[in-house]
């Protein structure tokens, strides 16, 4: 009997499972087709794909410097967000993880820094140096290791392990166990006298010949000494010294970044979670709260505060604006599950009958209204809990399509609106366009073209799958930090 082939739906759990099974520039075409395709929609689905594929391309490059690492994320990031721009958590991942690879990269060199600079403390901190005592280095200033008239060791040597100074009193003779230095001061420098040595080369008589001189590659008779030959005997410093300097060895922070990466993607499956703790600090008992849309995280949030509390949940339906979904359901019985929920190739999608029976199954009174009727009972609404696609930088949210009305009814009425979401949706895009944010969905849910054929050239049909929420409609954010 021939085994039966089971064909696998495009979305999140296929990823992921095929995403260590190819290379990762077939991995990257693949997520920009299910984005493209809408077939993976979710926020937290977008964010776990985005995030597990960047720690497959920091696992794979390799790389020495660190801005080839970023110039890498960044160019897979332009990718992704040009692929599907409404999804504006996976510009959100791709910026936490340059942020990530940039403090990891800075605490190196700070590391690195501090290295250096205890380093350099413990060399120049040292109490004896050369078999010499530190306090006698203002006196050894002017006596030289190897002479006492000459930077270039020809003078007359002198021990300088001697002993400097005396208990004597008299100013006029030299002290004890040192050399009379003034009696042997050479005379003032002149066209013919000069502390380099004598050679053959003809001598300077002018500073404007002192760079022409034949002999050496600088003009001078002599060459400067370095090394062991310098008056305080250190190596002297050289381009490639200072090169070195000003870039320190880089350490390979690729373990680093990768189990960043890895807290990001346990952050994201955990947002549900740590919201949830929330719960019972928000919600009490004998309370009725009106919600809509089918999200994970108002679920969640939820199901903690039923353990504890009863309370009372008015539910508006709301099929991501397919009418004839939403008008079948009227005829239907609650507890019969609907097509929506096979419908969605994204596992991460919740349907609207899921959604209601979880809350049923645990113990929670579920009213379920159509989105007309917010309106008429807001005022015997206590509060609203609503989850978000994402939040912006001033405060607003973009949200399914309906949530503005609930928000602005709840306001004329004076109830409060909880927003539950998690960091990860937390984006810096700023709404100067208001429309641009908004994603339309197919005419074809609204109005079959068979019946409305005559009618295509004379009326244009919109289906917004998205509304936009003021921020001074949103009285509360709850996260999971």
């Known amino acids: 009997m021939p085994s039966k082939t089971v064909a696998i739906q495009p979305g999140l759990s296929s990823f992921l499972k095929s995403l260590h099974g190819q290379s990762v520039e077939s991995a990257i075409e693949r997520l920009i087709s299910l984005l493209k395709r809408r077939q993976i929609r979710s926020s ?74 205890d380093a350099g403390e413990s060399h120049t901190s040292s109490p004896h140096r050369n078999g010499i005592d530190d306090t006698l280095a203002p006196r050894r200033a002017f006596l030289p290791s190897n002479s006492i008239l000459s930077p270039f060791g020809r003078g007359d040597s002198v021990d300088t392990n001697m002993e400097i100074g005396s208990s004597d009193t008299d100013d006029s003779s030299p002290r004890k166990g040192t050399p009379d230095i003034m009696s042997r001061r050479p005379p003032l420098l002149t066209s013919h006298t000069s502390y380099a040595p004598t050679t053959p080369a003809p001598m300077v008589t002018s500073m404007f010949n002192l760079f022409s001189e034949a002999g050496t590659p600088s003009g001078l008779s002599s060459p400067t000494p370095t090394g062991a030959n310098s008056p305080t005997h ?63 995280t108002v679920l969640e949030f939820l199901l903690k505060a039923a353990k504890e509390r009863k309370f009372t949940v008015i539910y508006a339906e709301s099929y991501h604006s397919d009418h004839f979904t939403a008008t079948s359901a009227k005829t239907e019985p609650f507890t019969e599950p609907r097509d929506d929920s096979k419908s969605s ?60 009305i609930i928000a602005s009814a709840a306001k004329k009425h004076a109830r409060k609106v909880f927003v539950v979401s998690g960091v990860y949706k937390l984006s810096p895009v700023y709404p100067f366009d208001v429309e641009s944010l908004i994603e339309y969905g197919g005419a074809g849910q609204v109005e079959k073209y068979e019946e409305g054929e005559d009618m295509m050239d004379a009326e244009e049909v919109e289906n917004p799958l998205f509304d936009y929420v003021s921020a001074e409609l949103v009285d509360l954010y709850i996260t999971n930090l």
């Open 44 to 117: 937290r689905a977008c964010a776990i794909a985005t995030a597990n594929l960047l720690l497959r391309v920091v696992s794979v490059f390799k790389w020495t410097d660190v801005h080839r690492l970023i110039e890498r994320i960044r160019q897979v990031g332009q990718r992704l967000c040009t692929a599907q721009p409404r999804e504006w958590v996976v510009g959100n991942i791709v910026r936490r993880v340059l942020g990530l690879i940039r403090e990891e990269a800075e605490d190196d060199r700070d590391k690195d820094a501090s290295n250096y600079s």
């Open 234 to 296: 250190r190596t002297a410093l050289t381009t490639q010294h200072l090169a070195g300097l000003n870039t320190p060895p880089v350490r390979n922070i690729k373990s680093d970044v990768v189990e960043g990466i890895k807290e990001i993607i346990d952050e994201i499956k955990q947002a549900h979670d740590q919201v949830a703790g929330y719960a019972l600090e928000h919600i009490h008992d004998n309370e009725r709260i009106l919600t809509s849309t089918a999200s994970h």
């Open 345 to 404: 190739s994204d596992e991460n999608s919740l349907s609207t009958a899921t959604f209601a029976k979880s809350l049923t199954a645990a113990g929670i009174t579920v009213i379920i209204i159509p989105d007309s009727s917010v309106f008429a009972l807001m005022s015997r609404v206590d509060k609203v809990i609503i989850g978000t696609h994402v939040v912006l930088a001033n405060g607003g949210l973009v949200a399914a399509a309906g949530a503005r």
